[in-house]
């Protein structure tokens, strides 16, 4: 049975219920518009043991910047329900925007360095609007592990850095990039590309392949790396916001020759602004 509930106050008391009879409580924080990707993280939590997994279905208004697309933002509470009933998802906690930004609310939870390339340079503000959503939601919570997808890599950074500097009784989980057969990554915002330009995004995980052959073949020169990627989504995107290869720790640049990093990319195809990535070395995972 997967209950619905708007207000905090129930997943709050879901949660204590279940810590209190020595359960262990997964969170799932989403935007709805559930797909493959996000399923992976409430299986994953069942899998790794959790005996209560709530799943958050919420638009964060404050993630999105000014001119980006809240208003089309997928909502599918319905389907969403019926996919977390199939999962077994026990709980679904999807708020009303007031329920979670009252009138009068006026706090910024905000992580520093980790925030600022990348996604950051691109849309400013918009990791604060995360932080502050999923504080929010790891408070009603309490302890638990929390499950995120790699494919929003620096967003998985910048939440464990938060947990940990806020001592948060959070275990941030970091999963694999679920991607459809031909290589895609998985998105909300998929539903959004026609068939053309569906094909044209294919140009993302193709490039992100080659750099994946070519790390197998010993290439380690990081230019000829993102070079790669670049030869594959400049003809196939409407404007690339960056090709970069980082640290997986801290996302500063990787150097000139990389024994590990994190190949992470954003393009726009149409109006629709994708964002992929790969690590490389030897601790990456996929
Ligand atoms: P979103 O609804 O886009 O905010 O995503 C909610 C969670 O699902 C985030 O932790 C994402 O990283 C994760 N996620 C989204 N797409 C994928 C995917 N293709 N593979 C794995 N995790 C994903």
Same mark, same amino acid.
């Given at each position: 049975?997967?209950?619905?509930?708007?207000?905090?106050?129930?997943?709050? /008391?879901?949660?204590?219920?279940?810590?209190?009879?020595?359960?262990?409580?997964?969170?799932?924080?989403?935007?709805?518009? +559930?797909?493959?990707?996000?399923?992976?993280?409430?299986?994953? %939590?069942? $899998?790794?043991?959790?005996?209560?997994?709530?799943? !958050?279905?919420?638009?964060? =208004?404050?993630?999105?910047?000014?001119? $980006?697309?809240?208003?089309?933002?997928?909502?599918?509470?319905? !389907?969403?329900?019926?996919?977390?009933? $199939?999962?077994?998802? @026990?709980?679904?906690?999807?708020?009303?925007?007031?329920?979670?930004?009252?009138?009068?609310?006026?706090? /910024?939870?905000?992580?520093?360095?980790?925030?600022?390339?990348?996604?950051?340079?691109?849309? =400013?503000?918009?990791? @604060?609007?995360?932080?502050?959503?999923?504080?929010?939601?790891?408070?009603?919570?309490?302890?638990?592990?929390?499950?995120?997808?790699?494919?929003?890599?620096?967003?998985?950074?910048?939440? /464990?850095?938060?947990?940990?500097?806020?001592?948060?009784?959070?275990?941030?989980?970091?999963?694999?990039?679920?991607?459809?057969?031909?290589?895609?990554?998985?998105?909300?915002?998929?539903?959004?590309?026609?068939?053309?330009?569906?094909?044209?995004?294919?140009?993302?995980?193709?490039?992100?392949?080659?750099?994946? #052959?070519?790390?197998?073949?010993?290439?380690? @020169?990081?230019?000829? +790396?993102?070079?790669?990627?670049?030869?594959?989504?400049?003809?196939? !995107? #409407?404007?690339?916001?960056?090709?970069?290869?980082? !640290?997986?720790?801290?996302?500063? =640049?990787?150097?000139?020759?990389?024994?590990?990093?994190?190949? +992470?990319? %954003?393009?726009?195809?149409?109006?629709?602004?994708?964002?992929?990535?790969?690590?490389?070395?030897? #601790?990456?995972?996929?």
């Amino acid at each position: 049975m997967t209950e619905l509930c708007h207000e905090g106050a129930a997943l709050r /008391e879901a949660c204590e219920r279940v810590r209190r009879e020595g359960g262990r409580v997964a969170l799932v924080p989403t935007m709805g518009a +559930l797909h493959a990707g996000h399923l992976s993280l409430a299986r994953a %939590a069942r $899998e790794q043991g959790a005996d209560f997994i709530a799943l !958050s279905v919420f638009v964060n =208004p404050l993630q999105f910047g000014e001119g $980006e697309d809240l208003g089309r933002y997928p909502r599918t509470l319905e !389907s969403d329900l019926e996919a977390c009933r $199939e999962l077994g998802v @026990d709980l679904v906690f999807a708020p009303a925007r007031e329920a979670m930004y009252p009138d009068g609310f006026q706090t /910024e939870v905000r992580v520093t360095g980790l925030t600022q390339p990348l996604e950051g340079e691109h849309r =400013p503000g918009h990791f @604060d609007g995360v932080t502050t959503v999923v504080a929010k939601l790891f408070a009603k919570t309490g302890r638990c592990h929390a499950y995120f997808g790699r494919k929003d890599f620096q967003q998985w950074r910048v939440v /464990e850095r938060m947990a940990r500097d806020l001592e948060l009784p959070v275990e941030v989980v970091g999963m694999p990039i679920v991607r459809e057969a031909d290589g895609l990554a998985l998105s909300s915002r998929n539903r959004h590309l026609s068939e053309s330009e569906r094909e044209r995004a294919l140009g993302i995980s193709r490039g992100l392949r080659r750099v994946h #052959d070519a790390w197998a073949s010993g290439a380690r @020169d990081a230019a000829q +790396l993102t070079a790669l990627v670049r030869r594959e989504v400049e003809p196939t !995107s #409407d404007k690339i916001d960056y090709v970069a290869l980082r !640290s997986p720790e801290t996302l500063e =640049p990787a150097g000139d020759t990389i024994d590990a990093g994190v190949l +992470l990319i %954003a393009a726009h195809v149409g109006q629709t602004r994708l964002i992929d990535n790969l690590w490389l070395g030897v #601790d990456a995972r996929p």
